[in-house]
């Protein structure tokens, strides 16, 4: 599986972007999908993720962002409202499959990687 991520880009506070995640391969849609997120000098960080129609969010994000996805188009997404300067990062779409629901806040377990896509807030 090859992920492309996309969507990232300069908002003001309480704005919204919406980020989306395209992935190769028609299995697609049994694969654990997660969204991470990393600013400088600190560790990446478990943003979202969706398993098996189940979504699971950081608790900082909860009401804030959304993540879904389109099996047709082999992709996910992620709807980001009220953004805040502290949401400023670069995110990191990422997939694996059979990955167990207790793993999946864990980076280290997802095997296939989007490239970053930075998302600025300014205040």
């Known amino acids: 599986v090859q992920l492309q991520a996309s969507g990232g880009g300069l908002v003001r506070a309480g704005g919204s972007l919406r980020l989306s995640c395209a992935a190769s391969?028609?299995?697609?849609?049994?694969?654990?999908a997660g969204w991470f997120r990393q600013v400088p000098g600190k560790e990446r960080e478990f943003v979202a993720a969706?398993?098996?129609?189940?979504?699971y969010y950081v608790d900082s994000v909860k009401g804030q962002f959304t993540i879904s996805r389109d099996n047709a188009k082999n992709t996910v997404l992620l709807q980001m409202n009220s953004l805040k300067p502290e949401d400023t990062a670069v995110y990191y779409c990422?997939?694996?499959?059979?990955?167990?629901?207790?793993?999946?806040?864990?980076?280290?377990?997802?095997?296939?990687w989007g490239q970053g896509t930075l998302v600025t807030v300014s205040s």
């Open positions: 969706i398993r098996n129609g189940v979504t």
């Open positions: 391969g028609r299995t697609f849609s049994i694969y654990a």
């Open positions: 990422a997939a694996d499959r059979g990955l167990i629901v207790v793993y999946i806040r864990d980076s280290s377990r997802y095997g296939y």
